[in-house]
Each structure stands twice: as structure tokens, then as C-alpha cells.
């Protein structure tokens, strides 16, 4: 019998339709390579000058800005979706309502190796590109016209990448999503209410029912989620409460590398190389600010941030364009047992590994 | 400068980033033919045997259910993502919510010639398809277990279709889903403030502006929409007010299939065979259902039917999956205003050929 599930924090439901044939083994991922000539890849060493000048980059050999030697290296996206120069225009035309495309978007080259994936790269590297998305995060919230920021990364075509070396991108928003704000307006609501953060009650919850916890770390706890609405999605939570990625200590930054490039290599091994979306949802910039409606400006502190693992193996249509929930093959309780087996397995390898 | 424009109807924003260097023509659709032999398609005429027994069909010689002769058959979906026997079930383990996956999946098979499509049929057999699904509605509504009926398209394997014989499917469910939810209560906001259907006053204030209308006809009017989510996203009307398509006359049914038809063949012209799908948002089953909440049994009038359909040329990534709202490369102005041409274009042709 297929369920009917919804989310706890928002209000959307999915079906979970395991018996439509579809067991988790049963996936293979479409080839996501990108045809691109490293030569002439704009993001690899020796290009600097075909990007942007950059606005940050992590260099542990003291390089000088837009020359070789970066470990980390954020530049303004070449062709943004926002437009950095300019006000905001508020403006109407009866039932229509627009304001100008305000707003940053920058491109963070994770490595200046053409062929790495966070999946191969060390911990310290994938560490420094979450050090770089913090120093990013705290720069633009500086900004009084942006009220949201994303981080993104999407790997693979399929996934909806252009280039394939390795990076993600920030995008600096003037408004919070529908969807920021839906999940903002339920963890206030619940927190009015029970003075206890939506979140932490329900990784409380799932550490208590234990069918849908994949791994936990000392600073890291990663969910497949109960109202999953694709195939091996995946939740990455802090598990001390904390609404802001950016404030977080080199510590946690090192535990969740560790813990995503563990993932990564688990649903690697499971999949194939597939194409992905990972997503980060943090508090909206919390700087209040005069002169204008800022209903999320006072109180984020009830938000609790985590990442959004969204592998696409499967192509949403007209169901889901119509209704915006989800039919999902794979039930998240056979997908967590898979990947701890996964998880065991290679954690066996890398033991008898050491031993030869 | 890119725009943020506010969808009027939903609280949905997208960026309309026409700068990014795209231009409407830019656009080439990725090949979406699907390798089906015609012989071993189990939608062809002599394969009824492999599809479950028929719910419905249209037979202008009168002969006998699953054998061949038939103009449109609908038969239930051989892998059904929800289940028609049992009840509801629903249940809750603390913050998690869920119920039975009851409800209808059935294909509509729009014709028994393999290779034809909606812009090649005949405008009555594209009727006899309508006719259809509406029979089809006004069966689903007369069962209390459902609460929202979808019918929708999905053409080409960048929409999800895993068949190419032309076919739609209807999916009854057992909730109203969070979309529908969401134009629902706006409209109904609206109609308790203004006495007035927020869709007729839209379709109103963009016929005095102009801009974005791309074809009216006697009974429909087809918009380019002012917050499109994708390019060339169009959304078809009908210009007499009603919530529910099951109830349009033959008429109405003949003309939306005449301006169907002329709309899929200019986007043809213009991109190409493409991938699309196609969604009818129509009211809630209106029903009132006794002993269970029915917050939209009762008054979903202040609804207006629509269908909508979205080309499939771009990649929804990170940053939509992020925060639910969407880039969009190409201005709704430019779409109406090339597909305009286009559909002139057309006409000048057809005309030319009648000379001959």
C-alpha cells in the first residue's frame, strides 16, 4: 500500500510509492559528465583572468589575489542572475508587483584540482570550502538590501551544472523565499507554543524511532527524511541547536566534512556517479533594518540550519508541477538500511585497507 | 537590470533574468524521442490485452470494449502510484502525519495513431480527448474518498514521459494538494473582499495592458504569465468565468482544442520538437463529504479553471530546490510577443496554401 506522508515543518505531503516496482538497488544514475576540455576550464589554476576578479580566496601559500596557488577561491558568477548595483524600486502595476533584480551571485571554486568531488577531496579542503562559504555568508549580510542567503551546489548535468571543476554558488536574495518562510513560520509557531526549536524535537524523535537515522557524529546527525520527496534524499542537522552555519566552530565545520564525504562516498558506491543538488537552509540575515517591512529581521533564533542532500534520479513532471508534492519510488526506512550497510561496508574496507 | 516579479495570484516570486544572455530564439530543445517499437507499445490498438481492462472509451463504430476500434480509451495506470481499494487510515507517530495512499491513477490513451501528437491531431479528435477527461472527472468526484482530481501531460523524456504514444493521466487524491491550496485561498481571499474572481480581474487588467496576451479566441484566452517560472510557460483561460472543467460545453471544448493546437504548433516552429508538460488546475471535488474535515467542500466557485503548460528547456537546480521560487531566462513580454508572430506566421501559411 502506498503511504501518504507529510513534512513535519512544512505542510507538504509526498507519496511514498515503493511497491511501483522500484527497489532501492534498482537506480542507475544517467551519465553526468560534462563535456568541458580542462585547458579550457574558466575555473582551473593559470585561468584566474577568465573569471571575475575574485572577492575572496583562501591561499595558505600567500599568493597574491588572481594568481595561481588558492586552495579556495569565490568569484562574482559571470553571468548572474541579480544585478549587484542598484535599489530595490518597489513597485506595482495593479494585481502585478515587481521590485529590480537586486542582489549578488557569486561562484566558490572548491579546489583548483579539475577532477576532484567531495567525495575524493581531503577533510581539510572540504573544510576550507565551508570556512569560505561562512566568510562569504558573513561579507554579504553586511549588505542592508539582502535578506536571505543560499548556498548551492549543483553536481552534474542532470542536476542543472554548466561546468564540471568543482564549485558551488551564493546567492544573495532581497526578499526570504515562500519556502524559507514557510519553514521559518512553523518553527516560530512551534516555538511559541512549546518553547522548544521544530527541529530539535524531531531529530529527538527519529534518534528515539531510530529507522531513519543514517549517521550520527558528536556534531552532526544525517536524516532521511520521513516525507522524502526524491529517492535518497538526505538531511544534514547540527545536533546542538543552532540557527546560523556561518557562527559555526572549525570544529563542527571539520565533523561535517568528515560526515558528508563519508555520504558522498556511500551513495557513490550505491548509485553510480549521479548527478545531485545539495542545499544549504540557514536563518535569514538577521540585521534589522530601518525604513522598511522586515518581518524576519527581530527573531531567526528558532530556525536550526541544516543541509539538503537531493540526488535526482528521478524527473519531475506534470504530477508534481501541478500539485507541488512528490511521488517517491524509495522508502526512506529501506533507504536509511542501505546506506548504513553502505556506510559499514566501506568502513570495513578502509580497515582491512589499513591493515595490508 | 533583471526583475523580481511576485506571481498575483500565489505569494510565489521569480527572477526574471533576461540578460543572461539568452534570447528567446537561443533556445534548442534536447531531443526527447523515446525508443519504443510501435509493435510492442501497449497503447497501440491490438495490445489491449496489456493494459488493464478499460474504465472508459470513446467508440464511434460502436464496437466492444478492449478490442480495437476505439478513438480514446482510458485504462487504469498498470504501475499505479496510489491504491483504489482500502480506506483512509490516517495516523500520526508524534510530529510525523501519514495515511494510506488511496486514490485513482489512470492513463488516457488520446489516440490510437502512435505517432501523432496534439499539434498534428484532429481538433475533434483533440475534443473527443477533453470529452475525456471530463467523463472521467465527473466518475472520480462521484467517489467520497477523493478530494482533488489532476489531470496533466507529460510529453518527451525531459517531462518525465516514459512512453511516446500520446497519452495524459488523471490522479485522483485523497487531499487537496498545498498548490491548489494556496490559488484556492488566495482566490477566495480575494472574492470575499472584492465580490470579484481574482483570475477575472488578471485576465481584465492584461487584456487593457496588452502585453502579455498571446491569442484570444471566442470562449479562451491564452497568457504569457507575468511571474513564469519557465520559458515559454503559457497559461490557457477560459474567458467566461467557471471553477470546473468537467462542465464546459462541446463548444468551449472545440474552441480550446482549435487554440491548443495552433499554440503547440508555433512553440513547434519556434523550439523545435520539445518536451513539455501540460496541467489542469481545476477546482476541488465539491462534494461535501459528511464526518471528515472539508475545509474546500463547500464554496470553490471563486475558482477559475486553467491549464498550464511549461516547456521543458531549462534545468530546475540548487537554487530553485533551495527556496521554491525561479530563474527565468527569457521575459513573458518577449514570449508573447514572438509567439504572437509565430501564429501569424502560421496563419499566413495555411492561407497561402489554401490559394494553391
Given amino acids: 500500500m502506498p503511504e501518504l506522508r507529510k513534512d513535519p515543518i512544512i505542510q507538504r505531503w509526498v507519496i511514498i510509492a515503493a511497491e511501483r ?4 538497488s534498482d537506480f542507475k544514475a544517467e551519465t553526468t559528465v560534462i563535456d568541458v576540455n580542462p585547458k579550457a576550464c574558466p575555473l582551473c589554476p593559470n585561468n584566474e583572468d577568465r573569471t571575475p576578479p575574485e572577492v575572496f580566496a583562501i591561499r595558505l ?3 597574491k589575489p588572481n594568481t595561481p596557488g588558492w586552495s579556495v577561491r569565490v568569484v562574482p558568477n559571470k553571468f548572474p542572475a541579480l544585478s549587484l548595483n542598484g535599489d530595490l524600486n518597489r513597485r506595482g502595476i495593479g494585481l502585478l508587483d515587481m521590485m529590480n533584480g537586486i542582489g549578488a551571485h557569486e561562484v566558490v571554486i572548491e579546489t583548483p584540482e579539475h577532477n576532484a568531488d567531495w567525495d575524493t577531496m581531503t577533510i581539510e579542503q572540504l573544510s576550507r570550502v565551508f570556512q569560505s562559504y561562512q566568510a562569504r555568508l558573513k561579507a554579504l549580510s553586511e549588505d542592508i538590501r539582502f535578506r536571505y542567503l543560499l548556498v548551492f551546489r549543483n553536481f552534474g548535468v542532470q542536476a542543472g551544472a554548466s561546468l564540471s571543476h568543482p564549485h558551488s554558488q551564493i546567492i544573495a536574495l532581497p526578499i526570504v523565499p515562500q519556502l524559507a518562510k514557510e519553514k521559518l513560520n512553523s518553527a516560530r509557531k512551534y516555538f511559541l507554543e512549546k518553547e522548544r526549536c521544530i527541529f530539535c524535537d524531531l531529530i529527538f524523535q527519529e534518534k528515539e524511532l531510530r529507522r ?4 550520527e557524529s558528536e556534531h552532526v546527525i544525517v536524516l532521511s527524511p520521513f ?5 535518497y534524499e538526505l538531511h544534514f542537522f547540527p545536533q546542538k541547536h543552532s540557527h546560523d552555519f556561518a557562527q559555526m566552530s572549525e570544529e563542527v565545520l571539520i565533523d561535517l566534512a568528515t560526515v558528508m564525504k563519508r555520504v558522498l562516498s556511500a551513495l557513490k558506491k550505491l548509485l553510480g556517479q549521479h548527478a545531485y543538488n545539495l542545499v544549504l537552509h540557514n536563518a535569514p540575515n538577521p540585521v534589522p533594518r530601518p525604513g522598511r517591512p522586515d518581518f524576519w529581521g ?3 533564533y528558532d530556525y536550526h540550519w541544516h543541509w539538503e542532500l537531493l540526488p535526482r534520479l528521478t524527473r519531475v513532471a506534470g504530477f508534481e508541477w501541478g500539485t507541488g508534492f512528490y511521488i517517491n519510488p524509495v522508502s526512506p526506512e529501506a533507504v536509511a538500511e542501505v546506506l548504513k550497510e553502505t556506510l559499514e561496508q566501506l568502513q570495513q574496507e578502509e580497515r582491512t585497507g589499513e591493515v595490508r
Same sequence: chains 1, 2.
Avoid at 516496482?21 to 532501492?24: M, V
Avoid at 531513519?212 to 549517521?215: A, K, P, T, Y
Avoid at 516525507?227 to 529517492?231: D, M, Q
Fill in 227 to 231: 516525507a522524502a520527496r526524491f529517492p
Fill in 21 to 24: 516496482g522500484q527497489r532501492p
Fill in 212 to 215: 531513519r537515522v543514517v549517521l
Fill in 298 to 300: 527581530t527573531l531567526p
Fill in 61 to 63: 601559500d600567500g599568493s
